[in-house]
């Protein structure tokens, strides 16, 4: 990785990449492009740019001789119930143009995918790599073309593109971007401000998550692996922890007693419903040694501590 792209700067998960890459390769070689102007200025180049404009984003890989590309722009699960063309426009359209751009040239891309492409019907514990895949938002819809498409140009056209699918994220340094998974960053937030929160999924709800060191750690880890070490083209499963809202609450009142979480479901349970409760990711274990370092109780502690200073209580 000498010259990195890396789209959806903004969102949740591409404002922290920066950072990390920037120890890597230096700020000086890591473009950032997004719809949106930077805020606050990141070190490092921003270009505003939509990635469903492939002549400008032709422009952009050429001009710094981007040789490797984290493609992180995305409409998140919950935001593409609520615009399912948008969703598929940049989701897929998106894709398709990056994985194009790359063909016939020595560029490498990470792609991120989702527990979302697995579905009502797919095993909810410990979800295998290779399982019953019918999702059932157009979020999930767009993460399984996108993971056949990476498959398909690393066969035809030898694309070296690489993904994962990643559970739930959690982060103090971004606000919630429209996922479903949202309330396990919010409840964090209410937590503090205001001593209560009020979750849109009930206290069952289980969900496979990660904190976002180890989403980072990786992307980054997955990008730097020899090509023989890559076996699955599509997308690996990837996780970290999984537990309940009310498992996440309790966590919480060890640091804040008076806690309390109220229960109010809304659209986002259905979506929480078809997704696994637990993923099997002993692929990702075994072909480039992933290893996650944050447990429940790592997260809490981290996510409290960071967002008091953040938010100055």
């Excluded at 000086?28 to 719809?35: H, K, Y």
């Excluded at 937590?191 to 069952?204: D, G, M, Q």
């Excluded at 996440?248 to 007693?257: A, D, L, N, R």
Aim: aromatic share 10%; net charge neutral.
């Amino acid at each position: 990785m000498k010259k990195i792209l890396i789209t959806g700067i903004n969102g949740q998960i591409g404002s922290e990449f920066s950072e990390k890459l920037e120890n890597i390769v230096g700020a000086e070689n890591i473009i950032g492009l997004d719809i949106r102007p930077s805020t606050p200025p990141y070190r490092i180049t921003h270009e505003i740019v939509d990635v469903t404009k492939k002549d400008a984003l032709r422009h952009i890989i050429e001009r710094y001789h981007i040789d490797t590309i984290f493609h992180l722009a995305s409409i998140l699960s919950a935001r593409g119930e609520q615009n399912p063309d948008q969703a598929w426009d940049i989701n897929t359209s998106g894709l398709k143009n990056v994985l194009d751009l790359c063909r016939g040239k020595n560029i490498k891309v990470f792609w991120p995918s989702s527990i979302a492409v697995f579905g009502p019907t797919t095993p909810k514990e410990s979800t295998p790599q290779d399982t019953v895949v019918e999702p059932s938002t157009m979020y999930g819809i767009t993460k399984r073309a996108g993971e056949m498409l990476c498959h398909y140009y690393f066969e035809k056209f030898q694309v070296d593109v690489r993904s994962v699918r990643y559970p739930g994220i959690i982060s103090y340094k971004t606000e919630p971007g429209g996922g479903t998974t949202d309330y396990a960053v919010e409840i964090f937030y209410g937590a503090l401000r205001n001593k209560a929160y009020t979750s849109y999924v009930s206290r069952e709800t289980c969900l496979p998550m990660m904190y976002m060191d180890d989403a980072v750690r990786a992307a980054i880890q997955i990008m730097q692996c020899d090509p023989k070490q890559i076996k699955i083209r599509s997308s690996y499963n990837l996780t970290g922890v999984s537990f309940t809202v009310e498992q996440m609450v309790k966590e919480i009142q060890k640091y804040i007693p008076e806690f309390r979480c109220n229960y109010a479901p809304d659209f986002r349970q259905q979506i929480a419903n078809s997704w696994p409760r637990s993923i099997d990711d002993s692929c990702a274990r075994r072909d480039w040694h992933w290893q996650h370092q944050y447990d429940l109780a790592a997260i809490t502690k981290v996510m409290l501590e960071k967002l008091r200073e953040k938010l100055g209580l």
